[in-house]
Every structure is written in C-alpha cells, then in structure tokens.
C-alpha cells in the first residue's frame, strides 16, 4: 500500500476549501512513499473533478449515485470501500466535521484497521505515519501510530496549506456507480438553519458567545456587532448544551475549528477544550467581566467589562466608522 486517499466534502456543489488543505496534507505525505493521491467525489461533476486534479488529486473517484448526494453513512461507506479497496491507499484522510467524524471509524472497522479522529498533524516518518491530536481536553497532544493499513484519520480544517490550483495538471477521473448494498437509513427531512448564513469555517470575523451570555438573548445583541463586523456568530459548548444557540455554532475541541483573522470572543472563560478550536486565530479580542479570565492569556486585545455595554458602543463605533469610509 502507498499514496493517500482524501474523502471530499461538498459546500453547495463545490469541494470545501478543508479538502484542498487535505490534497496538500496527502501529498506532503505520500510523497515518502512514491505513492500517488486519489480523491473520493460523491458528486459526478466533471468540473469539480477537474479542481480537484487542479489542486493536487492524481485520480478522482466520481460516485454519480443520486443516493450518495447528500450524506448518508451506509452509501458513503460503501463507495468509500470500494475506492479504498482499489486505490489501496497507505492512509485515508477525512476532514474532522460531523460526517467525517461519523464516516471514518466506520470504514476503519470495515477495512479492519484503526483510526485517529481529531488530527492536528499527519506526517511519514522513517516510513511510519505518525498522527499527532489533542488529548485530556486539549490540554496536551499525542501522537500516534498504527500496525495496520490503510490508515485512516480525520483532520482539523486550518492545519495544512492547501495546495495552489494548477490547471495544467493531469489526472484521471473514474466513475463509480451502483454496485453497493442498499442503505438501512431513511432521510425522513433535512431542514436548514439557515442557507444564507456562511459557514464557521470560512468565516474570516466571527463573534462568539459563552456562559457569560445568560441566555439566548445575549446571541442577538452578538448578531448585531457580527453584522456590523460582516463576520458570523458562533459559541462555545455550554450555550450549545444550554439550547441557548444552534450546535452547529459550536467551536471547541468538540465542535469545530475555526481560523479567522479576528475570533471576539464574549463571555467566554477560555477554558482549553474552547482554545482547541479557535487557538489559531490571528487575533483574539476578549470580553469578560472576569479579569482573572483564562481568555486573556491568548487574547491580543481585552476588555474586562459586561457585554450588554461594551457590545453595544462597539457596534456604534463600527458603523460610524463604516459610514464614514
């Protein structure tokens, strides 16, 4: 077995940007061993393929199964099988989200090997592929490795540079269609919080809300200086557990990872699983009422007052400051 596999994920048709990071990580990787690098595609677009090819796929695996537009464990599990089973990759990579983190200890049982969710790191060395994640909390990493192939991990968006698009690279494109069990699972409704909204991931400005908020309510005063920003809204766990917000707003070591150029974060105590997921940030600015708060350790700028003043008189200043541009 060499080369890399890359489980691609699909924002509104076209890969997300996490997948280009994960061409870039599967070529850094499979470079040791010779191996090429494939990209699995549930989507049988020709011109997503092409940008995969582009940015770094040897081959892509394009699954035109109507079925498998959408995620659906069994249906993924089953082409991403049989694309393992073909490519005979040394380590399938997947990013670390809701269905990356569902599908890949799945097909790491099926393929009877091992898996490593969560990764901050993927790298050969000495012939061995070493995976390096959080661990007590994110208050410490290890590193791990593995005597079974392929491996299979899932990996961190922000961890790895993606690779710049190329339009004069070559690649093959194969197709894979039918041929698999049908799945046990009924889609009975998808619903949409909201389709407007842009993704935590992409974000580059995002307000996030904590315990400090109180209540929902807080989220909405957050919205205001998020629009005023042009950034998104996104919270630590409690709110989430709370049903104060949406779990999809959740950033952590158990939500998601975020890299934006300014992460504010309001009522938030900093605790490590938090910083897990927004650590790389470029700059973090502080609310807190608590001046002893965690948060100001990794903060750039802090301000120790209560939200519902400060949040206010900063959106003022934003849009004073807009207008007068």
Known sequence: MSGALVIVELVQGRPAMAS??????ARDVAAPTGGGVCALLFSADRAAAALLIARGADRVFAVGDPLAADYNSDTWLAYAERAVREAAPAVVLASHTTSGA???????FRLESAVATGCVSVAAEGGVLRFTRPCYGGNARETVSFRTLPAVATVRGGCHDAVPADPARQGGIVALNGGVPASRLRVVERRKENPQRARLEDARVIVAGGRGLNGPEGFRVLGE??????????ASRVPCDLGW???SLQIGLTGKTVHPDLYVAVGISGASHHLAGCGGARNIVAINTDP??????????????????????????????????
């Not at 280009?20 to 990580?25: H, P, Q, R, T, V």
């Not at 200086?225 to 996104?234: C, F, I, K, Y």
């Open 292 to 325: 002893d708060a965690a948060i100001f350790r990794d903060a750039r700028f802090g301000i120790v007052g209560d939200f519902q003043k400060v949040v206010p008189a900063l959106v003022a200043e934003v849009r004073k400051l807009r207008a007068g541009c």
């Open 225 to 234: 200086l998020a629009e005023a920003l042009g950034g998104v809204v996104g």
């Open 245 to 247: 917000c949406p779990p």
């Open 102 to 108: 569902d599908l890949a200890p799945r097909l790491a």
């Open 20 to 25: 280009f990071e994960l061409l870039g990580l």
